[in-house]
């Protein structure tokens, strides 16, 4: 689609008429990930990369858990800082 700038806020504008509030909040959340995308994708990649993790560590059962503890027991001792 080859509009002028002004032509898509136009389009914007007028596909989000009547639309009810949760389809809105969808919009809204929508323009702030793509703004953050453009404007800062560092931001952005490290804020994935911080959910995508917390996801991850939230599926772990509680072995697991216990077993990634038990893996950083005396960490600094065995890796101190250079």
Known sequence: MNAAPHSYKQLIV?????????GLAEIVDYVYFLRKRVTAPAALRAEQ???????????????????????FVDYEQHYPPA
């Open 14 to 22: 007028d596909g989000i008429q009547d639309l009810p509030a949760d």
């Open 49 to 71: 990369y911080a959910l995508l993790l917390h996801q991850d560590l939230r599926q772990m059962n509680r072995a697991q858990a216990e077993h990634l503890d038990m893996e």
